[in-house]
């Protein structure tokens, strides 16, 4: 059987670590070919190398059964291998159209742009993805999810035979994924190979033919995923069993520690509250205003709530004062909002805590490294050395480094904006097990997430949020699945996308 | 350090104030009204002795009193000047409006190019439409102000070009050579040495007109001096710190350098600095140099310089003169066909200042500076 | 039958070039100028046997020593990911202010004017971009004209001379032997590594500079630090310019021309990344070391002064080139 693109036995080494090892893997045309994997399996060098992104070090790449080199990205372009990255690499400023036709606008003898070939041309890749946005518009105003489907339009626009999607679902919640997910489906229908890259264990047995499983730089094998269950992927992508900690009963009479109460011109939304103990879960559609409740609670832009910290007002609230008040916050976007990507992990994990490193501002270093192995000890960070720098770690070992800097304050609430996006499951286990640990301690978390499930297993309570309001709550066996995106939905907007 | 967002305007006023304050107003223009509030404007600065002292005054001569032109009762003249960032430019100033306030009926506005070609070359336009009846401009650059001199010359206005020259028709260009005023510095300095010695150059900025013609000025003299060693030439850039640069490392490099051939007093004085610093005051290095300032002269006195050459900005009394000549109608003396459009009136050489004639040019030097001490006493 | 293809497939080469791991980067950054420097080094000392004689190395440093003192005070600035432009200007008003303070109301005075002066203008700078929220870029290019216009106004474009034998004596002194500016520098270099390594805020200024948001999140009072640099950089300038007005007895409005550029090569060149969030002190005074010397063999060997610009050029690039990949993962 002929296959659209072969990978076969390709080993990648990096200095002192092999990334991949004799990994083999066949797509065929018509097909959507999951890629699933723990962060570190392997399974992005697996895809720079089909993009042309990476030199391999052995094996060899085959398209319709012949050899080939993908020396650089266009050269895998120009054989219909299409990526589409997790980190969207959009113009924002530029139209749709221009973002779509990028790099091919039609244009006349002269190299004037022919704008209304290029729209026509561009209006046709939308309808293939079925984005139903005006092509004129500004790039940046769409939201994550339509972005997405201009990327898709694009890769389908060259003619794509192998469309590669690197996490689509990491960055899309409710309507944004049944879009995308009918999206994949009719490209795969037209005849297009789709490799779809997951985290999300039911997405995968749901949306994939067949699965390719990684783990630490080898092929677990493809299976069709009709002979797989959730239990069993996990199994063959960690050798573990997938448990989320059990919920404690919270002592319903719990000292409140936060409480953010909408102002009188914003009535409407309900006041959301964390008492010790508890983790409250704040649910809501992409673009549903949770992040907003978060930043706008430490000050980090003006929001319409009154906000009392542990029974006191906190008035002249920016972050600075959120973290001496005893507030946490880990953003959702690690990279751009939380990490120093070229300092070391020492001094990430000392940036919210340096007066305590500190006598009279002159750091004491002895006390500040000490304090940070201790730090990394307690959320069990794995990391080679501490002077890394934490473009080095995992996903889940860099939201750890977020932890630990926080834990620094002795915070009594912590607010974790996406506290597991791009984390893998094993990873994902240890932030659960983390965040029991610091709810039984005392403290209290609000935790916003787009996935249900871990809502639902790690909650103690939910907040819905819809359209920039808190909207429903939930306790105890209120919690579930129907209940959450009922109310993240209902009354949301209609036409596809439109969630912001 | 807290810094509230009401302090912030107020610093600024605080320095503008300051600056405002500071010791005299900006010489930008004097305007359409007598003759003499121009000069007031220079009351801070008086480099110049009296119109006696002018080295240049009995080129062109004119009485004093009402200039005739038929048709006009009052003449406004206009000067661009390339810009005043350094002494030498206001001093031609100086002479420009010395030789205006002779003249009842003539007036002076002054235009400061900010060392702009771009600028000159609309500040060249401004004047015009302000209706001035005759241009005196000092261009920042000889070939991107050509346009700005066609466009006066097609209002068949009066052009005179001071000290650089344009490649456009134009009434009259007068100058001085730093050509020969190099030449004549570096056979002082060759006589002095009976031909034979060790030398550093220390030029202009580079790639400047001024600082390429005093090189060649050198190069011409020593070709003539076989004895004579070039052991090295630096870019002091016309002002001391690079200077004391250059020649650190010559110092270090040679030990043997009779003489320092600076195209730039401020120069020279790095020079000197650096000689202290590396303590060879006793090595007896002769310094020559040019500029021609007041201070400068005193130093040709006091003997720390052995010549300096003098390159006088007092010529705008001539332009003056030539433009008034030209309204009149009369013909400019001495004013000859050269390579260029137009005509050149070459100013006579004056003498290099020398211990000898030291004396009688410190009241003539431009600057009102203050002599610097000699750094090897 | 994999086997002859992958071989085939393997190249070596090509591997080394496309990814190096993060700790080769790393070290190359960290000791990539300081290689160069040495480098530079050896080829002067075979080039010129007067090249290491103890006076020549001590003309290098009190040469570098105003640009160096400059290079400090960028170094935080660049280090916030910002840039200050106006260091050269700054410098022409610190300069003729404190010849003319000294001469009329002596060296005391002359200093706290200095001082007060560099720190005042690096102060508006600093409001101006933390407060204002204007690039740094353009609220620098807008002092670099405004400080020029102060100092032309200031002196009518006449130099001040200075008489006073004790503030000369100062900048053309030494102490123990050494140059009396290069201990002035050495003592800045050392403090500004200290601040920058050992301090609260030397951390908060690599936060600020490696990502701006995420210190505001945690709690860095980031409008005060971005403040605080442009301020030091002024207070650099107020020291810069008593060296410069003590060593060469003249304040002249044209004395800072051009000098932000060299303190930027300077502190390029010694590692610190125009990105932010990278660079030391210890590699500023690396860089401007690197360009003394490029300048001080150039004269030694009688290199033409047109030649140098071509030089020192090429080994502004070179330098940063041997640090390659920066701003990498941001």
């Given at each position: 059987m002929t296959h659209v693109a072969e990978l076969k036995g390709i080993t990648k080494n990096y200095p002192g670590v092999v990334a991949l090892r004799d990994v083999s893997i066949a797509i065929r045309a018509g097909e959507i070919h999951g890629l699933a994997g723990e962060n570190g399996a392997g399974k992005s060098t697996l895809i720079k190398i089909l993009g042309g992104a990476l030199a391999l070090d052995a094996g060899e790449v085959l398209i319709h059964d012949q050899p080939v080199r993908l020396s650089t990205p266009h050269a895998a372009i120009t054989r219909g291998i299409s990526v589409v990255h997790q980190e969207l690499v959009s113009a924002?400023?530029?139209?749709v159209a221009e973002n779509v036709l990028l790099g091919h606008l039609s244009h006349n003898a002269v190299g004037g742009v022919r704008w209304k070939a290029t729209r026509e041309r561009a209006r046709d890749a939308l309808d293939r993805v079925g984005l139903a946005v005006d092509e004129r518009t500004e790039m940046g105003r769409l939201s994550l999810g339509q972005q997405q489907l201009v990327e898709i339009a694009r890769a389908l626009l060259r003619d794509a035979r192998v469309l590669v999607l690197d996490e689509p679902s990491a960055i899309l919640g409710g309507k944004d994924l049944d879009v995308l997910y009918d999206v994949v489906r009719s490209t795969r229908d037209s005849g297009v190979a789709v490799v779809y890259i997951s985290h999300r264990l039911k997405e995968v047995l749901s949306l994939c033919d067949r699965v390719t499983v990684l783990k630490d730089g080898r092929s677990q094998g493809t299976v069709d995923v009709t002979d797989l269950d959730e239990q069993r992927l996990v199994t063959m992508m960690t050798g573990r069993q997938l448990t989320a900690p059990q919920r404690p009963v919270v002592v319903a009479k719990a000292e409140t520690l936060l409480e953010a109460i909408p102002t009188e011109r914003d009535s409407g939304g309900l006041k959301v509250t964390v008492r010790a103990g508890e983790i409250v879960g704040l649910a809501?559609?992409?673009?549903?205003g949770r992040t907003e409740v978060a930043r706008a609670i430490i000050g980090a832009e003006p929001g319409p709530y009154d906000v009392t910290v542990a029974g006191e007002p906190f008035r002249r609230r920016s972050p600075r004062a959120a973290r001496r008040a005893g507030i946490a916050y880990l953003p959702e976007d690690r990279k751009d909002q939380g990490l120093l990507l070229n300092r070391s992990i020492r001094e990430n994990v000392g940036l919210a805590s340096l007066r305590l490193r500190s006598i009279a501002g002159v750091m004491r270093s002895r006390r500040d490294r000490a304090s940070v192995a201790d730090l990394a000890k307690r959320v069990h960070l794995k990391a080679a050395s501490l002077e890394a720098p934490p473009s080095t770690l995992s996903g889940g070992n860099q939201q750890k480094v977020m932890l630990a800097r926080w834990l620094a304050t002795s915070p009594t609430v912590l607010i974790l904006d996406e506290p597991t996006r791009g984390i893998d499951v094993g990873g994902k286990s240890e932030i659960y097990t983390l965040m029991r640990e610091l709810t039984d301690s005392g403290r209290g978390i609000l935790m916003i997430s787009s996935e249900i499930e871990e809502v639902v297993a790690m909650s103690d309570r939910v907040l819905v949020m819809n359209q920039g309001r808190v909207v429903a709550e939930y306790s105890g066996h209120e919690i579930t699945e129907d209940n959450i995106s009922r109310s993240a939905l209902l009354s949301a907007p209609t036409d596809q996308g439109h969630v912001q | 350090m807290k810094i509230s967002r009401k302090l912030a305007p107020v610093l600024v006023l605080v320095l503008l104030s300051a600056t405002a304050c500071s010791k005299a107003s900006t010489v930008s223009s004097s305007g359409g009204g007598g003759s003499s509030d121009g000069s007031d404007k220079l009351a801070g600065s008086q480099t110049l002795q009296g119109y006696d002292s002018l080295p240049f005054k009995d080129i062109l001569a004119m009485p004093e009193g009402d200039v005739k032109v038929a048709g006009k009762e009052k003449i406004l003249l206009g000067f661009s000047q390339?810009?005043?960032?350094h002494p030498w430019r206001k001093a031609m100033l100086e002479s420009v409006l010395a030789e205006v306030k002779r003249h009842p009926n003539v007036s002076v506005v002054t235009v400061d190019g900010n060392c702009d070609a771009a600028k000159q070359s609309n500040d060249i336009d401004d004047l015009m439409a302000r209706g001035v009846d005759a241009i005196i401009m000092s261009p920042v650059e000889s070939a991107g102000l050509a346009p700005a001199a066609r466009r006066v010359m097609a209002k068949k206005m009066p052009l005179v070009l001071l000290d650089r020259d344009v490649p456009a028709e134009k009434t009259v260009f007068i100058g001085q050579s730093n050509v020969e005023m190099a030449y004549e510095t570096a056979k002082k300095m060759i006589a002095d040495m009976n031909g034979k010695g060790n030398i550093v150059e220390i030029t202009g900025l580079s790639g400047s007109s001024p600082a390429t013609d005093r090189s060649t000025g050198l190069k011409k003299a020593l070709a003539e001096a076989p004895g004579m060693k070039l052991l090295a030439v630096g870019d002091g850039q016309w002002v001391r710190e690079p200077a004391v640069k250059v020649m650190d490392d010559w110092l270090t490099k040679y030990p043997?350098?009779?003489?320092v051939f600076s195209h730039a007093e401020e120069s020279s004085w790095g020079a000197m600095q650096a000689i202290k610093n590396a303590g060879r005051c006793n090595d007896n290095i002769k310094e020559y140099t040019h500029d021609g300032s007041a201070p400068g002269f005193k130093a040709v006195k006091e003997g720390q310089f052995q010549a300096d050459g003098n390159y006088s900005p007092f010529i705008g009394d001539i332009g003056v003169r030539a433009a008034l000549g030209a309204l009149e109608g009369k013909p400019i003396d001495g004013a000859k066909a050269y390579s260029q459009p137009g005509s050149y009136l070459q100013l006579p050489n004056l003498p290099l200042v020398t211990a000898e004639n030291a004396d009688q040019w410190v009241p003539k030097g431009w600057g009102t500076f203050e002599l610097t001490k000699n750094p090897c006493k | 039958m994999n086997e002859p293809a992958a071989t085939m497939l393997a190249k070596p080469k090509m591997q080394g070039v496309r990814e190096r791991g993060p700790a080769a980067t790393a070290t190359m950054r960290k000791y990539g100028a300081g290689v160069a420097l040495i480098l530079l080094i050896i080829f002067s000392s075979l080039q010129s046997d007067r090249f290491l004689q103890v006076d020549n190395v001590l003309n290098v440093l009190r040469q570098i020593s105003i640009v160096g003192v400059l290079a400090l005070g960028m170094t935080f600035v660049i280090i916030t990911a910002g840039i200050d432009l106006s260091v050269g200007s700054m410098l022409s008003v610190v300069v003729v202010y404190t010849a003319d303070t000294v001469q009329t109301r002596g060296v005391f005075l002359g200093v706290i004017m200095a001082l007060s002066l560099g720190c005042l203008l690096g102060l508006v700078n600093g409001l101006g971009v933390a407060i204002g929220r204007i690039q740094p870029f353009v609220m620098t290019l807008g002092m670099l004209a405004f400080a020029k216009g102060i100092a032309l106004i200031f002196t009518e474009g006449q130099p001040v001379a200075i008489t006073n034998d004790a503030f000369l004596a100062f900048g053309n002194g030494r102490t123990l032997g050494i140059p009396n500016p290069a201990i002035v520098f050495l003592v800045l270099l050392a403090v500004c590594m200290f601040v920058l390594r050992g301090t609260v805020f030397g951390r908060s200024v690599y936060a600020v500079g490696a990502n701006e948001e995420a210190a505001r999140l945690s709690g860095i009072p980031v409008r005060r630090v971005k403040c605080a640099v442009y301020v030091i950089s002024g207070l650099m300038v107020g020291i810069a310019g008593i060296l410069y007005a003590s060593q060469l007895g003249v304040g002249t409005p044209v004395a800072g021309d051009g000098k932000e550029l060299d303190a930027i090569a300077a502190t390029v060149v010694g590692g610190t990344s125009l990105f932010g969030g990278v660079g030391t002190a210890g590699g500023t005074f690396v860089g401007a070391a690197i360009l003394g010397v490029l300048s001080n063999i150039l004269n030694l060997s009688g290199v033409s002064p047109y030649v140098q610009y071509l030089f020192r050029g090429g080994l502004i690039v070179a330098a940063v080139l041997l640090q390659r990949r920066e701003g990498r993962g941001r």
């Open positions: 924002p400023s530029l139209s809501g559609l992409v673009g549903s | 390339t810009c005043f960032n043997k350098i009779d003489a | -």
